[in-house]
């Protein structure tokens, strides 16, 4: 029997809360795919997810990312600071 669809999620994090949609896609579905097929646009309008930096499990990715069974697609928040500068701050307390 083949397997023609993939189960991934589509991960955003807000500083008090935490969205993950689990998905079932075709099979060679991409990250720009999930992101569109999860709906996350319509709950987070304040958003631009055409200028967030995703990712997968961590690691950076493109749109065009072909994803895998099991994947975890994440989509970041622009820092609010550098985070080098984040911690000189703090040492300097």
Sequence with gaps: ???DRINV???????ERQLLIPLALPLGSTADQ???AS???????????TQQTI????AVC??????AD???????RPL???PMEARRERVQK
């Design 34 to 36: 999930a992101i569109s």
């Design 80 to 82: 609010r600071k550098n």
């Design 55 to 58: 990712g997968i499990f961590g």
């Design 39 to 49: 709906g996350i646009a319509g709950q987070l309008p304040d958003i631009d997810l």
């Design 9 to 15: 999620e589509v991960a955003y994090a807000l500083p």
């Design 1 to 3: 029997m083949a397997v």
């Design 70 to 76: 099991g994947d975890r697609v994440e989509i970041y």
């Design 62 to 67: 493109t749109r065009d990312k072909v994803l």
